[in-house]
């Protein structure tokens, strides 16, 4: 009965959705607020009742209720509650009813939460996300229905994926999902600039507090999905360049793109239509993502069971390319250039412009890279699959331009090419880099590489020190004009101050990359009480234990960690079973420090003696603990700027517009 | 020089496998250490048929390594890389590659990004910095500037009709 009600309210929402579009249009064109506000009712309501739903599915969900489909096939009466909640987004229609839910309440709280400032746009804003609404919940009443009903009425689950069991997996498409759903909004807006014919001035400050807040989701998202495969997998690593993974990381380069161009837009009036263009393909590679994780048209280890809502997504994808050019190339000669007399040469925006050039090429080559199979397959008759060597050839090169590009760029200063002791700082940078390198090469054990490897690697940590030096004098200059005194810039300047953390948090992540280019390991079986040597740490295998967590059983062996003389603890390295999947998972033993993660496996043990001799696969990872740090500060960065409040009414548009 | 540089940049790409690596060393055990870095390097390069994304060198799968342990007898027999490359793909055909071949059709995949580095950059100069921006063409619309035009507009509505 409650399946039914469920599937009742999208289908309301669905009906909802369609007449919000229909009156917004009408709104728009004949100008009556009346409609608009019909419109963004109908919004309000339709996200109520999908709300209303998904509890409703939750509520279900802990029922076991099996005559539920998707609660048959994706949960199991041995699953505890935490991942009961999981459970809801672990399949194709949970996560696509998850990406709904998300995207309605975030479409609401816009239209809701619209500055006064953008009302004359508003109609065209509320039309774009109801529209993009409607064809979802279209899809979760027809091809991904989550209320879908099961007969007759099993006693048990088949159970949810074993290896989403994982308090990383649980946060991971929340987190992503949100960053998704959060770029529909700026795009929404980039809709109505190009509609209505003009960027006025609460865009840009809506714009870039969608596009901030879907950046640092995103920015989180992404790193806690590579959490979940390094902890997870058990292959000693956190990205692969797998299609899923690049297509969460395009949408991540956009928005990166967007916010930087918002900057330029803001300080100066150029790239306005740039921006348009970033606002929409941060959306359309968000969606991309999507149809390839849904119709398996790509191998890619997120692939769900292959469905038959893969030429739906196509045949939307298209619509919204070939109408989005369209609109565009009809409407992009409204958006007016500003009138300065100054701009580009040497100075800030150019370095600005140089980023988006970098990032651009960079979303280019991951775009080629993961729909290379396809083309290929077009052209030559022959599936050719690019894995992660491709993208190793080209990203390094990027990371290290993005990092000189950072330095450079934040000494630079708008419409002049006058470098304000910027000479000054960026050889001082040099200098103090060079010792701080060394210590970090040091204890990241970057000299076991040696030969012309360990040269490069020290050039890139050589340089993103130096980038964090020259981050760093740019900040104390700035503090210094305003006497010294933090509280001023922390109320004065706080998107700088965000920008600043996040840009040290992307240096540290890059950093991290850099330490853990190659992996220290070893495989060896040994006895109980018989230890191996590996750099200098020595691990013992203790003994055999089996133990219950929650609903898995993990069996293993456990390692004692040595290092000169100091006990630094043991892990576990073993094998989980859940009870309703046949498959035995790894699970990794990790002990973590500062420079090093001791990472471990064991591929085989001994089964007639329980464990007398086992083998274990040990890494000695350094320097990923960074990147996970750099994953806070990163959204820390994110966070501050945020909060800043004033930026983006300043823009120069509201500026000649006062005077 | 030109030759060096890309020999420079060849050995940069080949430093950063982001990815850690997985169990050869069993197989590794009596290479001589030139001999492992030359099958590290090999296995690193050829696909595992029967995973996701890897390379045989970081699957234990049994395809991958038998693989490996072929890829070992042939460095053992002292042939070079492009000689066991070729023995893969003759036998598996380039989809055993995990990087599009720099031949043929599959050249495009290489090309593209490498022009884009080298083109954008002179692109921007001609369109953006190249460009002053000389007409005080039509600047940002204020206020006032929307207001007489909405005037104009509703006066010659009124003269039309």
Known sequence: MFADLGFYLLFLCFILSVYGSISAFFAAKTRQIRLYRSSKYAATASTFFCIFAALLLFYMLFQRDYSVMYIFKNSSNDLPWN??????????????????????????????????????????????????????????????????????????????NALLQNPYMATHPPTLFTGYTALAIPFAYAVAALCYGDITEGWLKSVRRWALFGWTSLTVGIILGGRWAYVELGWSGYWAWDPVENSSFMPWIFSTCLLHSLLVQEKIGHLKRLSVVLAFLG??????????????????????????????????????????????AVRAPTLLPPDTDKAWGVSKESALMLTQFLLGTFALIIFIGTIYPIVSEMITGARFNVQAPYFNAFAPWIGLLLVAAIAVGNLLRWKTGKFLGGSKILLQAVFWSLPVSLVFA?????????????????????????????????????????????????????????????????????????????????????????????????????????????????????????????????????????????????????????????????????????????????????????????????????????????????????????? | MIKGMFLVMAALWSSFGWSSLGQATALEEDLSPEQKIEFRDISKDLRCPTCTGLSILESDAQFSIQMKTAVKEQVLAGKNKAEIMSFFTERYGLWILREPPKKGFHLVAWALPLSAMIFGPLLLWFFVWRRRITAKSRSIRSTADILSEMDRMIASEKAGT
């Open chain 1, 283 to 328: 959306f359309f590679f968000s969606f991309f993502g999507t149809f390839i994780t849904r119709s398996g048209i790509i191998s890619s280890v997120h692939s769900f069971a292959q469905s038959s809502i893969g030429p739906n997504y196509l045949a939307y994808l298209v619509c919204l390319l070939v109408g989005m050019t369209i609109l565009y």
């Open chain 1, 442 to 659: 040091y204890f990241g054990r970057v000299f076991e590489s040696g030969g012309f490897r360990f040269g490069i690697q020290m050039v890139g940590i050589a340089m993103v020190f130096w980038a964090a030096f020259c981050l760093t004098a740019d900040l104390s200059m700035r503090l210094k004009t305003l006497k010294g005194s933090f509280k001023l810039l922390w109320q004065r300047n706080r998107a700088y101050l965000g920008a600043y953390v996040a840009h040290i948090g992307f240096l540290i992540a890059i950093l991290g990359f850099l330490g853990n280019y190659r992996g220290l390991e070893t495989v060896k079986t040994l006895k109980k009480g018989e230890s191996t040597e590996l750099y200098g740490f020595e691990i013992k295998y203790e003994g055999f234990d089996i133990l219950q967590e929650q609903n898995a059983t993990i069996y293993g062996g456990v390692l004692s960690v040595h290092k000169d003389g100091t006990d630094l603890g043991t892990l576990m390295a073993g094998r989980s079973k859940y009870p309703t999947k046949p498959e035995l998972l790894h699970e990794v033993g990790l002990l973590s420090s500062f420079w090093h993660d001791v990472y471990a496996v064991m591929p085989d043990f001994d089964k007639a003696t329980r464990g007398e001799t086992a083998t274990f696969q040990i890494h000695i990872n350094p320097t990923v603990r960074l990147v996970w740090i750099s994953c806070v500060i990163m959204a820390l960065g994110g966070l501050i700027a945020l909060l800043d409040r004033s930026r983006g009414l300043n823009t120069k548009d509201h500026l000649e517009a006062v005077e």
């Open chain 1, 83 to 160: 991942y009961t909640i999981a459970a809801f987004w672990s399949a194709l229609e949970g996560s696509h009813f998850l990406w709904l839910l998300m995207l309605s309440v975030y479409s609401s709280l816009a239209l809701w939460t619209a500055s006064k400032n953008n009302e004359h746009i508003m109609p065209w804003v509320s039309l774009t996300l109801q529209a993009i609404l409607s064809w979802m919940f279209y899809l979760a009443i027809s091809y991904s229905d989550p209320f879908l009903k099961n007969f007759p009425l099993p006693p048990d689950g088949v159970g949810m």
